[in-house]
């Protein structure tokens, strides 16, 4: 768990560092301030009003605590096992299993599960799921995922406006003698810093099932979820009826393909990488199977 933190750490330092290099490539301070004070600008409303766009998005409505007891007590006991506040609880009318959690902090969270889901794990394996949930607000992994994306759409920024300034002829006097320096930040440069991104997003993605096995005292239940929401998002995935690409990385099953190269594409890690993980973190020879 501590090793995913690290990672983090190292990889936003690493977000960082090629921040730092398109500025000295684009030739000052300026560039880079005027960059970064936009990213952040794009990326409030964001931090701030996600949550309610993408409830919205999807039609969620607040869970009912007298129809689906067992949802609502599951969370209510992880939330105090966790100190953490309740979250709200919503529900998606759609087919498809899958949860997911939002919120900028643990005070205003929301949690998020498809009729789905409900219909196809027993008990056992929703409190899994659940605790995986809880664990991203915990972690407050939407502030990470939004600094994150603050650096990397800083770093895009710069990166067009050194193609424009290339274009019309505006190259700045330091980089009149450093042309593969600059070919280097206009091409590799952004594409390393959406990689960095993605795999910060992997990074958290691995802290969920660890915090969320630990929280539940129950790594198997959780391996056991990813198992059937893995088989059952194959069939049943319909891109009219489930996760648009733009909020498809807040649910804990994603939707296309995470195999080979596109794994380095994807926000989360291969599920047969995560089961792996967490069948290790409840023992060797422990419950040969599932």
Request: proline residues 4%; glycine residues 8%.
């Amino acid at each position: 768990m501590f090793g995913n933190y690290i990672k983090t750490a190292f990889l936003l330092g690493s977000l960082a560092a090629l921040l730092l290099f398109m500025g000295h490539a684009f030739g000052g301070e300026q560039g880079l301030i005027i960059a970064l004070v936009l990213a952040c600008a794009m990326n409030f409303f964001t931090y701030f009003y996600s949550d309610k766009l993408v409830l919205k998005m999807y039609g969620a409505q607040p869970l009912d605590a007298q129809k689906y007891p067992e949802v609502y007590n599951i969370v209510e006991e992880l939330a105090l096992q966790s100190r953490m506040p309740m979250p709200k609880l919503w529900l998606l009318n759609m087919d498809t299993p899958n949860a997911f959690a939002t919120g900028r902090n643990p005070e205003n969270a929301s949690v998020a599960v498809t009729t789905g889901i409900m219909k196809l794990l027993d008990a056992h394996e929703l409190r899994g799921v659940l605790a995986h949930e809880l664990s991203h607000v915990k972690n407050r992994d939407i502030l990470v995922g939004t600094i994150a994306a603050t650096i990397a759409a800083a770093i895009a920024y710069l990166a067009d406006w050194m193609r424009w300034s290339m274009i019309f002829g505006g190259r700045r006097r330091n980089n009149e003698d450093g042309g593969w320096g600059t070919i280097i930040a206009l091409l590799l440069v952004p594409f390393m810093a959406m990689l960095i991104q993605l795999a910060i997003s992997r990074s958290r993605e691995y802290l969920a099932d660890e915090c969320g096995a630990d929280t539940c005292h129950d790594p198997l239940a959780l391996a056991s979820a990813l198992e059937k929401l893995e088989g059952s998002s194959k069939t049943k995935y319909h891109p009219d009826s489930y996760a648009q690409a733009s909020t498809a990385s807040l649910f804990i099953v994603y939707p296309f393909s995470t195999d080979g190269v596109w794994s380095w594409f994807s926000t989360h890690p291969p599920l047969k990488e995560r089961i792996a993980r967490l069948r290790k973190m409840a023992g060797i020879g422990r419950h040969e199977n599932l």
